[in-house]
Nanobody, 115 residues
Framework: VQLQAYGGGLVQPGGSLKLSCVAS??????????LGWHRQPIGKQPELVAS???????YYTDSMKGRVTISRDNGKNTVYLQMNDLQPDDTAVYYC????????WGQGTLFTVSS
């Protein structure tokens, strides 16, 4: 199983960014799977950013509520993370994840929020 994330880079404070993560390999479809995005700031522990259930129920960590939207396109085997009003503290490596056993992590994509 491969989870390929796209969309990292450099963003100015207050800017927006949309990450995408495509699942491929032995997974025929992500439909029916719980998905999520986690992040790990440099030198800190990983943390959950957002998750979405197979039925579309979403969860957002308090620090990003109102600034982030997770969505999914089962036909494209893709999960997205739209982030707005980005701040320097949002700088991190972002990982997509499939929660269903055995669980999979993407390779991560880094974006930096800086002027």
């Amino acid at each position: 199983v491969q989870l390929q994330a796209y969309g990292g880079g450099l963003v100015q404070p207050g800017g927006s960014l949309k990450l995408s993560c495509v699942a491929s390999g032995s997974i025929r479809s992500i439909a029916g799977m719980g998905l999520g995005w986690h992040r790990q700031p440099i030198g800190k522990q990983p943390e959950l950013v957002a998750s979405i259930s197979s039925g579309g129920v979403t969860y957002y960590t308090d620090s990003m509520k109102g600034r982030v939207t997770i969505s999914r396109d089962n036909g494209k085997n893709t999960v997205y993370l739209q982030m707005n009003d980005l701040q320097p503290d949002d700088t991190a490596v972002y990982y997509c994840r499939i929660y269903d056993s055995p669980g999979y992590w993407g390779q991560g994509t880094l974006f930096t929020v800086s002027s």
